[in-house]
Each structure stands twice: as structure tokens, then as C-alpha cells.
């Protein structure tokens, strides 16, 4: 591995395509540090075109760290439905009160400090202390490690833990110690946009300094060992109504996967018993399937669900289920839900399948 010996020449192609080229996004027009730390988080495996519009409503409800650190749960919950990953709105709310609490509202300026916030990982503080407070700090993602394997053909695995420190090595040797923001935003915005899986390499404006380019092997990094698959279980979901329409749901426990958030009915699936059978035997209750609503597939990080869901009624109108209540739709939409929910809901919705039986 050489390090690239211009290393002005390339921070200063690098700046000015940034300067000229980078995308207009909203959290690129503040330096508040609370924003910036509320944006990376929403942007962990999460698209920027999801991420814009679910931003600007998260800023606009809790405009300062003592709002956030003061919002209710379920209330927060809500304005994260449709993001996924819930654990990330838990622990930026949770670090949040610990600047609230413990420093005063004010985001701590160094690494050992801001590494101590609860989801405040090697990078989100890398791109916190860099992008807000202007601090030469490495912010090491995927789109960072690409870039960085074809500049200087690195071959480590970027897949095992330990290859990241070789990166914020990389990074902390390139970084522009005049300009550490637009650096690192240019890296992340060059492999964002143009050194991408399939590179662009002729619209690269630090091509010149590209070792995997000279040799040809820019599509063979980084190197990255394929997962192994997670475990797929099939999933059947219940849309269950009573005589007025009303929906029947439960609140997931607080600790676990989905952690408080709302579901219908929901039950691992079984090639042996029909969907009614299936049902009767977890919950106990007869119901009657009245249509087929659709079919998905939710990938967890660990595990995939593949969904089936459908419209029901339960045969004993007067039955309940443990742990589930009854909600009116105007009620359903204002509870948290998690993606495949959603999912359903949203269906639902657009097919407006509100008939009361």
C-alpha cells in the first residue's frame, strides 16, 4: 500500500469537485452539530432520497437536543415509521440527553468524549467533529473504504473489523487539514456518486491518483467476502376486523426485535396447517379470511421475513385476544408501526379496504 505522495494536488481536485458537483441536501446547509448528528444517523443504511423528507420533519418537530431529549416515545417512534432500524432514533435520543445532562446541551469537540454518546460509533463522531466543528477526524464508511481500496489498492478485507483502522490510518493521512468537512463529505459524495460498485471512472476528477485505475482492477475492490445468508422465515400477518371496522393490533414488548412498536396479529408459518389453523392454534380464536392482502419480503439484518398477509374477521365477535386491542382506523394511523406493518397498512389503505362485516 503507497500512500499518494501529491497529497495537495488530489485534496485540491477533490474540494473543488466537491465545491462544484455535490449534491444540495439539507443537512449540508448547517454546521449545527445536533443536526448533522440527527442526519448521519437517519443515513445509516438508508437512502439519501428516503432520508431527505423524513429530516426536515425530524428538525422541524425537535429543533433543539432539549426537545428531543423530552419527546415521548411513541410520539418519536411515529416520526421515525418507515426508516427502520428503530434502535437508531432509541440511541440518538438517548445521546442526546446525555449532552443535555451531562455537558450542558453542547456536543462535546473531541473523540474520546463524543465516543462515550450512547449509537455514537467511530464514524457518526468522525463526521460530527469534522463536518460541524471542522476537526481533521477520519469518517470511515463503505463509500469511504471503496474510494479509498481503489486509490491505493487495498486488498484487506473490508468485511473484518480490523481492516477499518487501516482506513482511518488512510484517511487521517489525506485528510485536508484546512478543510476536514468538505473532505470528507467529497470522499463520501465521490463514492456515493461516481466511484459506486460499478465506478465512473472517466467522470472521476481524482483519477489520476487512482492505482486501481492505472492497473485496471477498480472493479475488483474493495474486497469484501460475501455474507452468509440469514436465516429466512415465513411470516403470516392477520388484518383483523371486528362488527364496526375497528382494527385489532398488540404493542411489541419493550425490549426485542421492534422493540414497542405495533403489529397485527402475526405468526410464523407452517407448511403443515392451513391459515386459519395456524391461527386457532397460537391464539386460540377461530377466524374467517376474507381476501389475500400481499406478500413481501423484510430483510432484517440478521434474518428475513417473508410475509403473506390477510384481511379477517374473528368468528366470535365478541372474542379478544391477550395483549391485542381494538383501534378505529383514525387511531391505527397515528400508532408506530414497523416497516412490514406499514406495508400492510399502506396497502389497506390505497385499496381502501375498510368494509365492516
Known amino acids: 500500500m503507497q500512500i499518494i505522495e501529491e497529497k495537495v494536488k488530489f485534496r485540491k481536485s477533490l474540494l473543488t469537485w466537491y465545491q462544484n458537483e455535490k449534491r444540495d441536501l439539507p443537512w449540508r446547509r448547517t454546521s449545527n452539530p445536533y443536526y448533522i448528528w440527527v442526519s448521519e444517523v437517519m443515513l445509516q443504511q438508508t437512502r439519501v432520497d428516503t432520508v431527505i423528507p423524513y429530516y426536515e420533519r425530524f428538525i422541524e418537530k425537535y429543533p433543539t437536543m432539549r426537545a428531543l431529549a423530552e419527546a415521548d416515545e411513541s410520539e418519536l417512534l411515529k416520526m421515525w415509521e418507515g426508516l427502520g432500524y428503530y434502535s437508531r432514533v432509541r440511541n440518538l435520543q438517548v445521546g442526546v440527553r446525555e449532552v443535555v445532562e451531562k455537558y450542558g446541551g453542547n456536543v462535546p469537540e473531541n473523540r474520546k468524549e463524543i465516543s462515550t454518546l450512547k449509537g455514537v460509533g467511530p464514524y457518526t463522531a468522525g463526521a460530527i467533529l469534522s463536518i460541524a466543528f471542522g476537526i481533521p477526524e477520519h469518517a470511515v464508511d463503505g463509500n469511504v473504504m ?212
Open 146 to 357: 471503496r474510494v479509498m481500496s481503489r486509490l491505493l489498492i487495498i486488498e484487506d478485507d473490508i468485511t473484518v473489523p480490523r481492516t477499518k483502522k487501516i482506513f482511518e490510518q488512510v484517511v487521517m493521512d489525506l485528510i485536508d487539514p484546512d478543510d476536514p468537512s468538505s473532505f470528507n463529505q467529497g470522499v463520501m459524495e465521490l463514492g456515493a456518486t461516481i466511484c459506486t460498485p460499478k465506478p465512473k471512472c472517466l467522470l472521476c476528477p481524482v483519477r489520476e491518483y487512482c492505482a486501481a485505475f492505472e492497473e485496471g482492477k477498480q472493479e475488483a475492490l474493495p474486497v469484501r467476502t460475501k455474507k452468509k445468508k440469514g436465516k429466512v422465515i415465513p411470516m403470516v400477518s392477520f388484518a383483523i376486523q371486528d362488527d364496526t371496522g375497528r382494527w385489532l393490533l398488540r404493542q411489541r414488548p419493550e425490549k426485542g426485535l421492534l422493540a414497542n412498536l405495533w403489529e397485527f396479529p402475526m405468526i410464523e408459518s407452517s407448511t403443515t396447517q392451513t391459515e386459519t389453523e395456524q391461527f386457532a392454534e397460537q391464539f386460540g380464536k377461530q377466524i374467517k379470511i376474507t381476501q389475500e392482502l400481499i406478500a413481501f419480503k423484510h430483510i432484517f439484518t440478521h434474518l428475513t421475513w417473508m410475509v403473506t398477509s390477510f384481511q379477517a374477521q374473528l368468528v366470535d365477535e365478541e372474542a379478544t385476544i391477550d395483549g391485542y386491542r381494538f383501534f378505529t382506523t383514525e387511531e391505527v394511523e397515528k400508532l408506530a408501526k414497523p416497516v412490514p406493518v406499514l406495508n400492510i397498512w399502506n396497502y389497506i389503505k390505497q385499496e381502501k379496504l375498510y368494509d365492516v362485516y
